[in-house]
C-alpha cells in the first residue's frame, strides 16, 4: 500500500451542494429556501435567542444583584508558592510574574498564609494577611506594604 493509493472509505465523503443551479439539478430556483418567509430572504434569519415569538429565557428569568465595576482584583500569593526563591531576595510584582507566580491584570497582590517557609526574603505587596507576615518575620524576613 502506498500513499497514492489511499482513498477515502465509500460514502465517507459527499460532494457539497450546489444550490440554484438550475431545475433539473433539485436545488435551483429556491435553492432549498422554500417559499416566502423571513428564511427565504437574503440576510434573513433570526437572531440568537429568538424563540419564535415565545418569551425568551433572557427575559423569562429573573435577575438579581448588579456588578460593580469599581472591585478591585488581587492576585493572591501563598507562603508555599515563595520556596522556590533563593534566601534573602526581593519578592516584589516583577519577580513574581518572572516565577509564573502572577500574570494577567490584577489590581495588586495580596500574600496569604497558607505553607511553611524557613528562608528569609524581603517581600513587597499590596495586602497581606496577619498569619502571613508572622511566619514571613518569623523565618526572620520583612514584609513590606506598598
Known amino acids: 500500500m502506498k500513499l497514492n493509493e489511499l482513498s477515502p472509505a465509500k460514502g465517507s465523503r459527499s460532494a457539497r ?21 423571513h428564511n427565504s430572504r437574503s440576510g434573513g434569519g433570526v437572531r440568537p435567542g429568538f424563540e419564535g415569538g415565545q418569551m425568551p429565557i433572557h427575559r423569562r428569568l429573573p435577575k438579581r444583584g448588579f456588578t460593580n465595576i469599581f472591585k478591585k482584583h488581587f492576585a493572591e500569593i501563598n507562603i ?10 526581593l519578592v516584589d510584582k516583577g519577580a513574581l510574574i518572572q516565577e509564573g507566580l502572577v500574570r494577567g491584570k490584577n489590581d495588586g497582590i495580596v500574600l496569604l498564609g497558607k505553607g511553611d517557609i524557613s528562608i528569609p526574603l524581603t517581600i513587597k505587596v499590596n495586602r497581606t494577611s496577619k498569619g502571613a507576615r508572622e511566619k514571613i518575620e518569623g523565618a526572620g524576613g520583612t514584609v513590606e506594604v506598598i
Open 17 to 37: 451542494k450546489r444550490l440554484g443551479r438550475g431545475v433539473g439539478s433539485g436545488t435551483g430556483k429556491t435553492a432549498g429556501r422554500g417559499s416566502k418567509g
Open 80 to 89: 508555599r508558592d515563595l520556596s522556590r526563591f533563593e534566601s534573602g531576595s
